[in-house]
């Protein structure tokens, strides 16, 4: 299976900061990666596809780039509602999908 | 509006089984693959296993940990999807998301998914 690791783990930043999540394949998955954001207690949002394709509604403040095996998620500005949990996920063939570990960005 | 809802969640004990529902509203479900996606209590996100659509075949793909003891399946008249859990282990406690994606758009993003419902396997 294809694993995904996220760095880092955990990230302090404050509130107008711009942050950069990675996130490193096992084997090349070309452009075929999710990015999501998990607030606590709420369901998964996704924010980006394909690497870098914002999807609909999602703010133009968060963007994604990569392909191959090394992918990284930016946000810019951070706002108190980003303070979240953030995930990337494979999905390169029709079987056996993976998510990162995530990634907790939180306030300093 | 686009909504997934997930039902059948509980406490179970090992070894026994248990079925959630997904019961979708405001969209084309057949025209979608549908997923689950579990978090164990205060854990990370594990994909569980889809379904593809019937216009790609309507096969489900699993997750090692789960492969042979679940089984997702469809309904598309009543635009359901089912998530069959036998052989339940301790290790299957999360909630449990069920998710859709449109593979020819966004490929395996999930770009819906529902509140989660819980599921305990304890004895």
């Known amino acids: 299976d294809i694993q995904m690791t996220q760095s880092p783990s955990t990230l302090s930043a404050s509130v107008g900061d711009r942050v950069t999540i990675t996130c490193r394949a096992s084997?090349?998955?070309?452009?075929?990666l999710a990015w999501y954001q998990q607030r606590p207690g709420k369901a998964p949002k996704l924010l980006i596809y394909k690497a870098s394709t914002l999807e609909s509604g999602v703010p133009s403040k968060f963007s994604g780039s990569g392909s191959g095996t090394e992918f990284t998620l930016t946000i810019s500005s951070l706002q108190p509602g980003d303070f979240a949990t953030y995930y990337c996920q494979q999905y390169n063939s029709y079987s056996r999908w993976t998510f990162g570990q995530g990634t907790k960005v939180e306030i300093k | 509006e686009v909504q997934l809802v997930e039902s059948g969640g509980g406490l179970v004990q090992p070894g026994r089984s248990l079925r959630l529902s997904c019961t979708s509203s405001g969209f084309t479900f057949g025209d979608y693959a549908m997923g689950w996606v579990r978090q164990a209590p205060g854990k990370g996100l594990e994909w569980v296993g889809f379904?593809?659509?019937?216009?790609?075949?309507?096969?489900?793909e699993y997750v090692a940990s789960v492969k042979g003891r679940f089984t997702i399946s469809r309904d598309d008249s009543k635009s359901i999807a089912y998530l069959e859990m036998n052989s339940l282990k301790t290790e299957d406690t999360a909630v449990y998301y069920c998710?859709?994606?449109?593979?020819?758009?966004?490929?395996?993003?999930?770009?819906?998914w529902g509140q989660g419902t819980m599921v305990t396997v304890s004895s």
């Open positions: 998710t859709r994606t449109l593979i020819i758009m966004k490929g395996g993003a999930f770009d819906i």
């Open positions: 084997q090349s998955i070309s452009n075929s």
């Open positions: 379904i593809k659509s019937k216009a790609y075949g309507g096969t489900a």
